[in-house]
C-alpha cells in the first residue's frame, strides 16, 4: 500500500551578468527532475532569457534529462528559471522495488533507531564488483573508479576502514562512515569552492555538501565498492513562526551505494552532511560519477571578460497529494 505522496513545488533560478557582452554561448543543463519509483514529476518548465538560437533535449548516458542551449549572438546577461511540481512518496513504502532503496530491513548496531535494508558482507560486495567476477554488473562498475572529482587512494581506504570491520554488512557500514563524516567534518560554505581536491576536503575537515559527497565516494571507490553522487534539492525549515524565504533553499548533494539483489541493483542513499537516509525531504534531480556530470548548469562562452553568478532555489511544501 502506498503511503500520500508529499508535493513540492520546486523553483531554481541561476543569473550570469557579464561584465561585457558575450558573443557565443553553449550550455549543458542538469535542471529537469528523475522519474523514479519514489518520485515522479507533475509539471517542469524551463524558461531562458536570452531566447536560445537552438535547444536540444537528450537523456544522457546515466539517464538523465540534459537540454543543450546555443546563443550565437551578443548578449549581456543569462537567466534561467527551472519550474517543477514533485510529488515524492517515501522509500520505505510497502511493495517497493529493489532499485528504490527498500525491503527487508534491519537496525543499525551503532544507532538502533535506524534501519536500513538487509545487504551481504561489505567484503562479498566487493568481490561480486572485482575484476574478473561474474556475472558483469555493468550498471554498477562504472561507478568504481576515479572520476574528475573522486580519487581512489590509500588515503579515503584508510579513513573508511574504521567502519568497514570484517564481515560487517555493507549497508551497516556505509551508515557508520556517513555518520563518521557528519561529526568529523564541519560545514563551511567558505572553505572550499568547486575545484578543491577531495584530498584537500580529507586533511582540513572542512566543506560543503558536494564536498562532503564526494569524500564518502572516494572512501567507498578506494575499497572496491560502487557509488554514485546523486544532485537534487533538500527541504529546509524556516525558523519557528518565520514565513519560508523565496530562494532561502540550496541545490544539494548525497551519494547511493550499490549492492547486488536478487540479481538486479539495490541502490540505497546515504546523505553525509546531514547523518540521514533520503526520504520524502529530498528530491532527486540526476546522479552521477561526481558533481561534473550532474552540474545544474554548465558550459563555454566567447567574451564577456568577469562575470557575476546569482542562483536561488525555493522548495515549497504543498498540499500532501494521494
Not at 547511493?256 to 529530498?282: A, I, M, R
Request: with cysteine; hydrophobic share 40%; glycine share 6%.
Amino acid at each position: 500500500m502506498k503511503h500520500p505522496a508529499v508535493r513540492y513545488h520546486v523553483l531554481h533560478e541561476t543569473r550570469y551578468s557579464y561584465e561585457s557582452p558575450v558573443s557565443l554561448s553553449r550550455q549543458l543543463l542538469h535542471l529537469t527532475p528523475r522519474e523514479c519509483l519514489w518520485q515522479h514529476c507533475l509539471e517542469h518548465a524551463i524558461s531562458v532569457s536570452p531566447e536560445p538560437s537552438v535547444v536540444r533535449e537528450r537523456t544522457d548516458c546515466f539517464g538523465n534529462a540534459v537540454r543543450e542551449l546555443a546563443l550565437e549572438f551578443p548578449h549581456d546577461d543569462l537567466q534561467v528559471h527551472a519550474e517543477s511540481t514533485i510529488d515524492v512518496f517515501s522509500r520505505s513504502t510497502e511493495g517497493a522495488s529493489p532499485d528504490s532503496g527498500t525491503g527487508t530491513h534491519r537496525c543499525a548496531a551503532d544507532e538502533p533507531d535506524t534501519c536500513l535494508p538487509v545487504s551481504p558482507a561489505w567484503e562479498a560486495v566487493r568481490d561480486a564488483l572485482a575484476y574478473g567476477a561474474r556475472p558483469v554488473l555493468l550498471e554498477a562498475s562504472r561507478f568504481q573508479f576515479e572520476s574528475p572529482h573522486v580519487r581512489v587512494k590509500r588515503e579515503f581506504a584508510r579513513y573508511a576502514r574504521e567502519s568497514f570491520d570484517a564481515g560487517r554488512p555493507l549497508f551497516e557500514a556505509v551508515h557508520s562512515l556517513m555518520s563518521r563524516i557528519h561529526e568529523e567534518f564541519s560545514f563551511d560554505p567558505e572553505a572550499t569552492t568547486v575545484a578543491t581536491p577531495v584530498l584537500e576536503v580529507l586533511a582540513e575537515r572542512r566543506g560543503v555538501c558536494q564536498d562532503f559527497a564526494h569524500l564518502m565516494l572516494s572512501c567507498l571507490r578506494s575499497l572496491g565498492l560502487a557509488a554514485r553522487y546523486v544532485s537534487g534539492y533538500l527541504l529546509t525549515h524556516p525558523p519557528p513562526g518565520q514565513p519560508r524565504m523565496v530562494g532561502a533553499d540550496a541545490s544539494h548533494a548525497w551519494v547511493s551505494v550499490y549492492s547486488p539483489s536478487d540479481g538486479e541493483g539495490n541502490w540505497v542513499d546515504f546523505d553525509p552532511t546531514n547523518c540521514l537516509l533520503p526520504d520524502v525531504q529530498h528530491i532527486t534531480l540526476a546522479w552521477g560519477r561526481d558533481f561534473a556530470d550532474v552540474s545544474p548548469l554548465r558550459g563555454v562562452i566567447l567574451g564577456g571578460d568577469t562575470h557575476e553568478l546569482e542562483v536561488a532555489v525555493t522548495v515549497t511544501p504543498l498540499a500532501d497529494a494521494s
